[in-house]
């Protein structure tokens, strides 16, 4: 008897149960992606076995999964270097072709014996494929990354607040993560499917990106959480912005906008919103200069223009902290960090903030030069050039 969904839309359907009884009961997928437990005692569902059981339990999901991929289709599946090794002896030993071992480089990671070793800051996202063959779409992958073709060390973001809206799941993956695999080895319209389904993230890229996806999870808090975020993008606002922020995160090239015509108007709309909010900035400046030149004359600060429209955006996030002997901008070392309170510890005094500059024949504050050097000029010695502009 076919099995019915938990949850069903055009282009998203939830099943609830064990992965290995609802497969047998599925079509064939173009790309299969999963994301285990890793058997480190996060969960309930993560407990530590031995590695017997372990591998035991991957190969008795593994195998129906190769058993649902199309010829030629994709694998993919996460894990720590705990599991890794045994994974990819299981695809191979079941004749799947393993063509990479991704190392996504997370901004935060966590040490359990921080005495005894290093740091561990990645995970690994294997990819393998059914058959002699694979679709790779290696022409997007270079042109989202400025024409050069993408290694396989892939540095992105651990899962952002705008991603948790409708709560958070224990070891959840980042959109930017999925939507990336997904871009890379599935054309719109292909079937992605995920036998631990979890928050439902790969779901949203997949929708994000016109893909069909199917969603197998036992857990029904996590089944809700994942319906609650296929109906939030149902919003149109909401996965543009969704879909602006994953393509922020993933595309190094400045012009993506010029490489996928349909994404390509949400890069518009957000530099549109974000010249709407440098034009109010200039607008405020324009009624009420003189008010504002006798306010900086009286301070004893400079009055050029620039400086002074600029100021009216003088946030934390554009202001330069120093953290063990490098200066950093507040919004970037807030991500090392973790702790907005913290990085306040290491902000540059308001006087050496606001100190002036020449630069090009052009006054700056210190923040206001370090902030254009850095984003505009694209500059790796920003802070030293800034420095070296500092009116003696």
């Known amino acids: 008897m076919k099995i019915k969904p938990y949850f069903q839309t055009e282009d998203f359907t939830l099943y609830k149960g064990d992965c290995r009884e609802v497969l047998p009961e599925l079509e064939r997928a173009d790309l299969i992606f999963a994301d285990p437990p890793y058997f480190l005692d996060k969960a309930d569902w993560d407990k530590s076995v031995s590695r017997e059981e372990a591998y035991a339990f991957n190969e008795s999901w593994i195998v129906p999964c190769i058993q649902k991929l199309k010829e030629y289709g994709s694998i993919w599946i996460t894990s720590t270097h705990h599991n890794a090794f045994a994974i990819t002896d299981i695809l191979e030993k079941h004749d799947c072709k393993v063509l990479n071992v ?9 040490a359990q014996h921080p005495d005894l070793n290093f740091t561990n800051a990645v995970e690994y996202a294997i990819w393998a494929t059914k058959g002699d063959g694979q679709f790779f779409n290696a022409e997007l992958m270079k042109k989202l990354n400025g024409g050069k073709q993408l290694s396989n060390v892939w540095s992105l973001p651990s899962v952002n607040q705008w991603e948790v809206t409708c709560g958070r799941q224990v070891g959840q993956k980042p959109l930017s993560l999925l939507s990336r695999i997904i871009l890379a080895t ?3 319209g292909d079937t992605v499917l995920d036998c631990f389904s979890g928050s439902g993230t790969t779901g949203i890229a997949s929708n994000l990106f016109n893909r069909k996806y199917v969603g197998i999870e036992k857990e029904e808090e996590s089944l809700e959480l994942s319906k609650a975020r296929r109906l939030e993008i149902n919003n149109e606002t909401i996965r543009k912005s969704y879909i602006s922020r994953v393509m922020e995160a993933i595309a190094t090239d400045a012009d993506w906008k010029d490489v996928v015509s349909e ?7 957000a530099y549109s919103k974000k010249a709407r909010i440098q ?8 009624e009420n200069k003189e008010a504002i030149y006798e306010r900086r004359k009286a301070k004893g600060k400079p009055s050029n223009q620039n400086v002074i429209w600029a100021s009216a955006t003088f946030k934390y996030k554009n202001q330069v902290c ?5 200066y950093l901008p507040f919004i970037n070392l807030k991500t090392k960090l973790k702790n907005t309170d913290k990085c306040k510890q ?11 500059c020449i630069y090009e024949g052009v006054e700056y504050e210190f923040w206001q030069l370090c902030h254009i050097l850095r984003v505009e000029r694209k ?6 050039v800034a420095l070296n502009s500092v009116i003696k």
């Open 322 to 326: 120093f953290y063990e002997g490098q």
């Open 379 to 384: 500059m790796a010695d920003w802070a030293e």
């Open 346 to 356: 290491y902000l540059l005094p308001k006087a050496e903030q606001t100190c002036l």
């Open 263 to 269: 994404m390509s108007k949400y890069r518009i709309e």
């Open 279 to 286: 034009k109010y900035s200039r607008d405020y400046f324009q």
């Open 186 to 188: 599935t054309n719109e």
């Open 102 to 110: 991704i190392v996504w480089e997370k901004p935060s990671g966590f």
